[in-house]
Nanobody
Framework: QVHLVESGGGLVQAGGSLRLSCTTS????????MGWFRQTPGKERERVAT????????DYAGSVKGRFTISRDNAKRTVFLQTNSLNTEDTAVYYC???????????????WGQGTHVTVSS
């Protein structure tokens, strides 16, 4: 059974940083693209960043480019999201997800974690 477990969320002041982690089990981690997504109430889930199986290719949403960095440690079956220069618009539940291909659409990711809350105060 596949499990993705996010951690690292919390309350942070604007301008601050958080490092989110997503640890996986039950899937061949190096066979999967990993993505971070976020969602706020009443809005659709949006892609934040994706990384290919080897970590050599990454892609970011325009709203986070230059502030967030996605990385992965295949030996630890874990993907990370370093979030810097946070602002109140980054407040959301952040989810990690796994897909076989380098895809951007949430619907194409079959495996999801339960999410971790990030709240940025002004």
């Amino acid at each position: 059974q596949v499990h993705l477990v996010e951690s690292g969320g919390g309350l942070v002041q604007a301008g601050g940083s958080l490092r989110l982690s997503c640890t996986t089990s039950g899937l061949a981690f190096t066979g999967y693209t990993m993505g971070w997504f976020r969602q706020t109430p009443g809005k659709e889930r949006e892609r934040v960043a994706t990384i290919n199986w080897s970590g050599t290719s990454t892609d970011y949403a325009g709203s986070v480019k230059g502030r967030f960095t996605i990385s992965r440690d295949n030996a630890k079956r874990t993907v990370f999201l370093q979030t810097n220069s946070l602002n109140t618009e980054d407040t959301a539940v952040y989810y990690c997800a796994a897909a076989r291909n380098m895809v951007l659409t949430p619907a194409l990711y079959p495996y999801w974690g339960q999410g971790t809350h990030v709240t940025v105060s002004s």
